[in-house]
């Protein structure tokens, strides 16, 4: 692919260092990245606001050739408030798509850079959220028209169309052969209230691309959970296959080495094209960028080992929003999660949230797909509260009627070999709240309650369906909740949904990433209060692993009823690929 066996290793070069930077900078600059990574290919960008002029974007261009750096084009959609104007109600600087003048400037700068590149990426400032009388009236005029509410179908349409007419027109008259990508942002179940949409877009652009920074969940406004980094790369290489050009993450809003680190790492477990490193000006005499150079070849050794990512297949259709990222969450306490956005009928196992409830025909989709042999579904509490108007009564005893409860202790029944369930009562360390899910006794079963005095309340419930089994996961109120889960009662959930055949032993804030060539990766984040300890790794049908690229053998601690169990370092910010030997 490059100077890696596994991915390519891109940069972004932005407008503002490209209109000021010399040739003497540039090749100091470059020295030091070069001290501790290969670069590939860099995005060299004319526009963001500011306009680089074209003998700056041909002496940078010439600069990187000469290192061995194919040069593409990139293209920031922001536009300053014109001087003696009065500002819009805009973030960012992104484009008012009503004013005309702002439109025909978009126009100028994409055939620009067409004329300067034959392939070009935009960065994810795509999007409208100017709110000022010109887009209100449009918007009303519009939802008058179709008869809809808001913002959000109002958007999708404008940026359809502006994706259309003012970049991707202009660009392919100036440049026929110009490829264009358009880069999507982390924040997916916000797209559509800002005019993304790639259910139209991907049908316009050459190519998609993904932005995998997760950064501080708290001391950024996004709060988004680490393993976002992984999942959304799943979900537009299941969206448009081997047309997801890459991962794109930054230095930015990360106060620790790594957890700036983790965003490379879980790109990379995606088994991306590109690794993009955002931005060339913000890795120059920085500690993250020898930090990285290290692990992009260790990263690179480990996916040689890697197949394709597998697991359980979250739905989440086009211009869908519900409970923000549980899926992330569920993937930061082990249960290996792949996104799509479309209904997997054919996976053998599949979530559903509330987000998934934005198809509605989910409920009889579900049905169907139960009725298939082996198949598992698992859904979300708020997908129940979604779709309690749809008929859901045929799947479940289940229902939701708003009360919560909190509760610190819980009851575990555990699978026994004698056939008889045999209960444990871990307790966490503070109580979480939760919905009640009220069931009937013995039509659906709970196989983990949380407990509060004399009564006790469904955090894992089953139910057998047709053909297939159905689960129901009881959602902490606040998400981060289930990172307070005891170990027994999360290894009991990830014994319900093993991924071929594979489910962790252990604490929350441990990722299990499993491929399609009998290997998978055990990562433990760096979070507060996280030690080294010792986990168990249960695999159906193993005789034993082998930890690679150092190829160390490692036999089981025990096997029953055909399953082995595996004792393994877990490390905080350590990861390490094991080859299933069979």
């Known amino acids: ?54 003998e700056q974007i041909d002496m940078i261009r010439r ?34 798509y009503t004013d005309e003048r702002m439109r025909a400037k978009l126009r100028e700068v994409s055939a620009l850079i067409a004329r300067q590149f034959d392939e070009f990426i935009i960065d994810d400032f795509f999007f409208t959220d100017c709110a000022c009388p010109s887009c209100i009236a449009a918007r009303d005029a519009y939802n008058k028209k179709m008869g809809t509410k808001g ?15 003012d970049v991707i027109a202009p660009a392919k008259a100036a440049n026929p052969r110009c490829q264009i990508t358009i880069k999507y942002p982390n924040w997916a179940e916000s797209y559509q209230e800002t005019g993304y949409n790639p259910a139209a877009q ?30 959304l790369m799943t979900y537009f290489e299941s969206m448009w296959p081997r047309h997801n050009g890459g991962g794109w993450f930054d230095t ?60 359980i297949a979250c739905y989440l259709p086009d211009d869908c929003q519900g409970e923000d990222n549980v899926q992330d969450f569920l993937g930061m306490v082990g249960l290996p999660i792949v996104r799509t956005p479309f209904f997997p009928q054919e996976s053998g196992q599949i979530l559903l949230t509330r987000s998934s409830a934005c ?23 708020g997908f129940w509260d979604a779709v309690k108007d749809r008929g859901y009564e045929d799947l479940t005893s289940i229902r939701l009627r708003g009360r919560r409860v909190s509760a610190s202790a819980y009851r575990v029944e555990e699978q026994s070999p004698a056939g008889w369930p045999a209960c444990t009562f871990p ?83 441990i990722s299990l990433f499993v491929y399609d060539n009998d290997s998978l990766i055990v990562y433990p984040y760096v979070m507060d209060g996280a030690q080294r300890q010792i986990v168990r790794l249960h695999v159906a049908g193993a005789t034993a692993l082998r930890a690679l690229p150092r190829d160390t053998r490692i036999e089981p601690l025990y096997c029953r009823q055909g399953e082995a169990v595996f004792e393994l370092p877990a490390l905080p910010g350590r990861y390490t690929l094991y080859k299933i030997e069979r």
Request: charged share 20%; aromatic share 10%.
């Open 202 to 231: 991907r049908h316009l652009f050459d190519q998609v691309y993904t932005g995998t920074e997760t950064r501080d969940p708290v001391a950024t406004d996004q709060h988004l959970p680490r393993y976002l980094s992984f999942s």
């Open 252 to 311: 930015f809003d990360t106060h620790v080495t790594e957890h700036y680190l983790e965003q490379a790492y879980l790109t990379a477990f995606s088994k991306p094209q590109e690794l993009m490193l955002f931005c060339f000006q913000s890795l120059q005499d920085n500690m993250y960028t020898p930090a990285l150079g290290f692990q992009l070849d260790r990263l690179d050794a480990v996916l040689d080992h890697a197949g394709a990512p597998v697991g």
């Open 1 to 54: 692919m490059g100077h890696y066996r596994n991915f390519t290793l891109a940069t972004y070069f932005v407008a503002h260092a490209a209109a000021r930077i010399t040739q003497e900078q540039l090749e100091r600059q470059l020295q030091f990245m070069e001290k501790h990574m290969r670069l590939d290919k860099v995005y060299l960008e004319p526009w963001r606001g500011e306009l680089a002029s074209p």
């Open 151 to 165: 913002w959000q179908a109002f958007r999708l349409d404008l940026m359809r169309r502006v994706s259309q007419e």
């Open 63 to 96: 600069v990187f050739q000469r290192h061995d750096v194919q040069v593409a084009g990139g293209l920031t959609t922001v536009i300053p408030t014109p001087e003696g104007e009065t500002p819009k109600p805009r973030m960012f600087d992104t484009i008012c």
């Open 359 to 381: 198809d509605p025909a989910i409920v009889d989709k579900l049905k169907a797909y139960l009725n298939a042999p082996g198949h598992t579904a698992v859904v979300t509490s």
């Open 427 to 509: 307790t966490g360390d503070r109580p979480i709240s939760i919905p009640v899910a009220e069931f009937r006794n013995n039509a659906t079963w709970a196989v983990v309650k949380a407990v509060h005095g004399e009564e006790s309340y469904g955090l894992l419930l089953r139910d057998d369906q047709g053909l297939g089994r159905l689960y129901t996961l009881v959602i902490p109120d606040a998400f981060p909740d289930l990172y307070r889960l005891p170990a027994p009662v999360l290894s009991r959930i990830r014994q319900a949904l093993p991924v071929h055949g594979a489910w962790l032993e252990g604490p929350a804030r």
